[in-house]
T-cell receptor, first 113, second 112 residues
Framework: DAGVIQSPRHEVTEMGQEVTLRCKPISGHNSLFWYRQTMMRGLELLIY????????DSGMPEDRFSAKMPNASFSTLKIQPSEPRDSAVYFCASSLTSRETQYFGPGTRLLVL | KQEVTQIPAALSVPEGENLVLNCSFT??????LQWFRQDPGKGLTSLLLIQSSQREQTSGRLNASLDKSSGRSTLYIAASQPGDSATYLC???????????FGRGTSLIVHP
């Protein structure tokens, strides 16, 4: 398996623009996690899906953030409108079940100017 | 709320040393604890996962121990090598949840 795939790897955008981050989990994994990593706050969980259903989105900062998982092999994290404080590395991770080893993607480095 | 602390924040050692990284957590009612490695500009790679019923796990030169009663875990790296240079993070999954809490990590440099 190719592991967790994320795209794009890097994104530079201007404040106010819409940003869409994409994730393909490992085939057969039923749990998917979106994280954000910054120097100030470390690694924070944004949202957790189980069997394509959002279970916990308490980490989503505000209404500008939304996430979907239309099927078992694809998820998106959207920021609209983006702000400079959204600049961070966004990771997607998947696991066989919710409490097993998580496999992380390479991340998307987002810079909002 | 579970809090996870890793000490030291940074460590620089000469090649060949045995070293210990520490992770402490405030709530002992955990489901499991994981140690991850993160290389610069990369994602996290799972190293070891310890279930709450276990005391330790070993993989090659790595050994992780868990003491729930004291809220501590250690990652022991034997005969360190320059290739071990990375940031090491621990993550604790509470007993009643599925969402891990991550520490801020220990940045390790092993110099030749």
């Amino acid at each position: 398996d190719a592991g967790v795939i994320q795209s794009p790897r890097h994104e530079v955008t201007e404040m106010g623009q819409e940003v869409t981050l994409r994730c393909k989990p490992i085939s057969g994994h039923n749990s998917l996690f979106w994280y954000r990593q910054t120097m100030m706050r470390g690694l924070e969980l944004l949202i957790y899906f189980n069997n394509n259903v959002p279970i916990d989105d308490s980490g989503m900062p505000e209404d500008r953030f939304s996430a979907k998982m239309p099927n078992a092999s694809f998820s998106t994290l959207k920021i609209q409108p983006s702000e400079p404080r959204d600049s961070a590395v966004y990771f997607c991770a998947s696991s066989l079940t919710s409490r097993e080893t998580q496999y992380f993607g390479p991340g998307t480095r987002l810079l909002v100017l | 709320k579970q809090e996870v602390t890793q000490i030291p924040a940074a460590l620089s050692v000469p090649e060949g040393e045995n070293l210990v990284l520490n992770c402490s957590f405030t709530d002992s009612a955990i489901y499991n604890l994981q140690w991850f490695r993160q290389d610069p500009g990369k994602g996290l790679t799972s190293l070891l996962l310890i279930q709450s019923s276990q005391r330790e796990q070993t993989s090659g030169r790595l050994n992780a121990s868990l003491d729930k009663s004291s809220g501590r875990s250690t990652l022991y790296i034997a005969a360190s090598q320059p290739g071990d240079s990375a940031t090491y993070l621990c993550a604790v999954t509470p007993g009643g949840s599925y969402i891990p809490t991550f520490g801020r990590g220990t940045s390790l440099i092993v110099h030749p």
